[in-house]
């Protein structure tokens, strides 16, 4: 493959990944009304290991002192983006709104740029700048419906607290995921990282069932879970680690103003919510500003 066809390639990404993980919107809001919110999480992450398994087994048995190794390394990539990023959206959407978790998540490349400058060096450009400032403008076009006094009624709670740590919790992720060298395969450390995310959650999970909400194991349970285990699950966690080998921690993090976008366009084919200019002003200026964001970057893949 040509340099110009795995540039085309890697950027491409930046657009298919957040089709899978916008899904996860899908489950936020039509899952959590059969499954308690972490016991969703558990289970989605649990079956992803299963479902990985037996596809890695015999080569993770080889790299056994590999895992010993990265293991800690690993519980926090688990912990960080299967535990909080997992089960935080879940149990934001139990006491905030749709808008105010759309707002603060898409704060992450904020903090994905800023904690890669302090502690990575990574440099600042003003083209970056310009881009990630025409993203958040074109997705608070959306969210705000092009009506400012949207955003100046709009009213936090608790369930905001939870959506910006599950923020930060994604923006650690995404940058340790890209700076820690590994020697692992990609399947290799997603596996192990669905485990340990699945192990991050497991107390939880207990205290949930226990103190909280019963999990009923019916067909509605095994729906949810293994749509979510699937598409937000595997092939966008997948399709995300593909896309930072390819343009860095900073570049990718911006996929979740498109991962806004396509939420948009899952309410209007599945729960029947209108498509409006203020959605075609915001998506032109959230393609702009990946246009600008990621033209120093190209050079460098």
Known sequence: MSTKSKNFFALSLLFIQPIFMASNLVVARGGVEYIPPISLAFWRWTLVFLILLPFTYLSLKKSYKIMKKEYKKLFFLGATGCGVCGAFPFLAGQTTTVTNMGIIYTSSPIFIILISSIFFNEKII????????????????????????????????????????????????????????????????????????????????????????????????????????????????????????????????????????????????????????????????????????????????
């Open 126 to 301: 003003l083209i970056k700048v310009i881009g990630l400032t025409s993203c958040l403008i074109g997705v608070f076009a959306i969210i705000i419906k092009g009506d400012v006094y949207l955003l100046i009624n709009l009213n936090f709670t608790i369930g905001d607290l939870w959506m910006l740590a599950a923020a930060i919790g994604w923006a650690l992720y995404s940058i340790y995921l890209f700076y820690w060298e590994t020697k692992l395969e990609i399947f290799q450390r997603f596996t192990l990282i669905a485990f340990f995310g699945a192990v991050s959650l497991l107390p939880f999970y207990i205290g949930e069932e226990i103190f909280f909400e019963r999990t009923v194991f019916n067909s509605d349970f095994f729906m949810w879970v293994i749509f979510a285990a699937i598409s937000p699950g595997i092939i966008a966690f997948t399709l995300y680690t593909m896309a930072q080998k390819k343009l860095g921690a900073s570049l990718t993090g911006f996929t979740l103003y498109i991962f806004t976008i396509y939420g948009a366009i899952y309410g209007y084919f599945l729960f029947e919510e209108k498509l409006e200019n203020y959605h075609l002003i915001g998506t032109v200026l959230v393609f702009l500003g990946i246009y600008l964001a990621k033209k120093k970057n190209v050079k460098k893949i």
